[in-house]
């Protein structure tokens, strides 16, 4: 009698490196973030010491910004939906080099998520505003400064930018990731949580952005002992 043995096949965890879109996507999303940054100021009307900024003031000059309302909703709403890619990219990156026990995956995929949710809620009054700005039957003068003080607060929330970001250096600890994006990350995320923390909260937005820009670039251009299977 002859008997034959099958042998179930072997499974490779990974023969080729997963793809890099969603790193090309945070650069998208970071420019997209900090154009939020500079439309919102630009929508918001200059203050200078010892004048009284009236709500009839803010009405007026949106109405002569509506085009600027919409590419500042655009350039949000589109940071806002693409960082959720980043964030499910970045987890996926780090939970292959850190495994399934880690926190750190999901920290930074939590932290991003706080952003991109921050992102969108700063979208939320826009067509509100944008079709009833200057119509007192619709909006109350009080309503426009609310809406301005809306527009220039709710999108530069990057406290969760900053978790994520030290998430990252962390993870450079056990070599998870380069150690120059390690570097970067500390740098960067640690500023941008204190200043989330503090007072100054909004200014947290510039550092923020700025690490996901670099960082995006980093896993674009280099992670190169990724992407070889050494990790």
């Known amino acids: 009698m002859t008997t034959t043995t099958e042998t179930a096949p072997s499974v490779s965890t990974r023969q080729h490196p997963a793809s890099r879109a969603w790193a090309a996507t945070g650069i998208v999303a970071a420019i997209a973030s900090l154009a939020s940054v500079y439309l919102s100021m630009t929508l918001s009307p200059e203050y200078v010491p010892g004048s009284v900024i009236t709500s009839e003031q803010i009405d007026a000059g949106l109405m002569a910004q509506q085009p600027v ?6 350039v949000t709403l ?5 960082l959720v890619v980043v964030a499910a990219g970045l987890w996926r990156r780090l939970r292959a080099a850190l495994g399934p026990e880690s926190l750190l995956p999901m920290v930074a995929f939590a932290g991003l998520l706080l952003v991109a949710v921050a992102q969108v809620l700063g979208t939320g009054l826009d067509t509100e505003f944008l079709f009833g700005v200057g119509d007192s039957a619709i909006n109350l003068p009080s309503d426009i400064g ?14 969760g930018g900053g978790l994520a970001a030290i998430a990252v ?28 923390a503090s007072p100054l909260q909004y200014m947290a937005a510039g550092p923020g952005a700025l690490w996901l820009l670099v960082v ?3 896993f674009v251009a280099g992670d190169r002992a990724y992407r070889s299977g050494a990790l």
Do not use: D, K, M, N
């Open 169 to 196: 250096g962390v993870a450079q600890r056990s070599r998870a990731v380069p150690s120059w994006i390690g570097f970067v990350s500390f740098l960067l995320g640690v500023p941008t949580l204190l200043l989330a």
């Open 78 to 82: 589109l940071s806002g939906l693409l």
């Open 69 to 74: 309302i919409v590419a500042f909703h655009i």
């Open 216 to 218: 995006s670039i980093g």
């Open 146 to 159: 609310f809406y301005s003080h809306w527009i220039a607060t709710i999108p530069w929330l990057w406290a």
